[in-house]
């Protein structure tokens, strides 16, 4: 029987002529991932073991999280991360003025490439699959075993087919993609199973599109979320990965779960609703919901062709005077380039407020907490009772293009509300 482009990845580095779903394997790491949260507990297991990285090199260290530190916790939880750094001559560590969100960051310095494995101490690590490698999400303990040894294990993950066909309409990105297939599965659609996109409407996808896909997988349950490499990859890679790296593609006669279809011509601007990013609807038809702020960032959509759409919008346009409007470019690179192209001024003089890159709001750390009865439309990844604050908050998830026409409206809105 053929493989998926999963169980190949997983096969080759377990050095077997092939896997199956529900098999326990032991495979090398190509990279391994942690931020100022999850690398602590990771470090202090790690030293425990009592043996010396596996690979300086293999490593990635972002404090992005509650950094630039937001107090004395998060000042010493970062500074065990950079003394660990030091200590251990790790190549990949991303100081503050370096640094950005983590899986913004990491495919723009060319740190993922196909066919590899990368396993980070953050769930959203499936983010890379959006390039055609293996990544996924692992607990602290798994990281500080990895760096020890640059080995870990898995469960072959049975696979979901996702088949995109045609072409996205005006307003219509990956965020919407996602959400829109959480919607028809589920949260827990895709439990413990890789979601393998495909179909000739991925051609249609940029690859911001495809990473705001895979990053989501998780949230539909997902084990990874993968991507073919196309033509659009390779151009993506060519000037940011120098290794070499394999391509994988699926066998014809792979064995998958079941298929999904989605139709990109009939996709329309929709948010998720609390608490689940399940409640899917059209923003269009969601009623007169007001709210009192806006996020336009994160690892899901804080990259340039995020900022250009929500610039697009709010270009001339003013922020609600009732509503707080935060936008967190997703790296430094982004960040200047968006001040070269105008959108930072675009969105200060539209009455936003914009950030260093920073993880803060969508975990509810700092930089835009929610009050209790206070309303956010965010282009985060998770709207869960209390995410971005008091418990009786309220998060409505949406790409940048709802989120910023939201901002100059004061309710959830339609890009077309607002700009033509």
């Given amino acids: 029987m053929g493989m998926t482009m999963t169980e190949k990845i997983l096969a080759r580095h377990a050095g077997q002529a092939a896997v199956v779903p529900g098999q326990l394997i032991r495979c090398r790491v190509d990279l391994i991932l942690g931020n100022d949260i999850t690398a602590p507990p990771a470090i202090q297991e790690f030293e425990r073991i009592g043996r010396p990285v596996f690979d300086p090199s293999k490593i990635a260290l972002v404090p992005d999280h509650f950094a630039p530190n937001k107090d004395i916790k998060s000042a010493q939880m970062c500074k065990t991360v950079r003394e660990f750094a030091a200590k251990h001559g790790i190549t990949h560590y991303f100081e503050v003025g370096r640094m950005g969100i983590e899986h913004v960051l990491l495919p723009e310095v060319g740190l993922v490439a196909p066919g590899e494995v990368i396993i980070g101490a953050d769930s959203h690590t499936c983010t890379y699959g959006a390039l055609g490698a293996f990544a996924t999400g692992v607990g602290s303990t798994d990281m500080a075993a990895a760096m020890a040894t640059g080995e870990t294990w898995f469960k072959v993950p049975p696979s979901i087919r996702v088949e995109l066909r045609g072409q996205l309409p005006r307003w219509v990105g990956g965020k ?25 409407g991925v051609a249609a996808l940029t690859i911001a599109d495809r990473l705001t896909i895979a990053n989501m997988a998780i949230e539909a349950g997902a084990k990874n979320g993968i991507f073919p490499v196309d033509d659009a990859t390779i151009r993506y890679l060519a000037a940011r990965v120098e290794r070499d790296y394999e391509v994988v593609s699926p066998d ?34 969601v009623g007169d919901i007001v709210i009192d702020q806006v996020v336009i960032g994160s690892c899901t959509n804080g990259r340039l062709e995020d900022l250009a759409q929500a610039a697009a919008i709010l270009e001339g346009k003013t922020v609600h005077p009732r509503v707080r409007a935060i936008v967190i470019p997703g790296s430094q690179t982004v960040y200047l380039e968006a001040m070269q192209r105008g959108y930072i001024e675009t969105f200060i003089r539209a009455g936003a407020v914009v950030s260093t890159p920073t993880c803060g709001p969508c975990l509810g750390g700092y930089m835009g907490i929610l009050a209790a009865g206070e309303r956010a439309v965010a282009t985060t990844n998770r709207n869960f009772r209390g995410r971005m604050g008091h418990v009786d908050s309220e998060v409505y998830l949406a790409g940048p293009a709802v989120a910023a026409a939201s901002a100059v409206l004061g309710r959830i809105a339609a890009p077309w509300e607002v700009a033509q």
């Fill in 176 to 200: 919407d993609v996602v959400l829109t297939l959480i919607g028809m599965i589920g949260v827990d659609g895709a439990r413990y199973q890789s979601l393998e996109f495909c179909g000739e």
């Fill in 252 to 285: 014809a006669d792979a064995s998958y779960v079941r298929t999904v279809v989605i139709n990109l011509d009939d996709l329309e601007p929709v948010v998720a609703l609390p608490h689940l990013p399940e409640n899917v609807r059209p923003a269009a038809e």
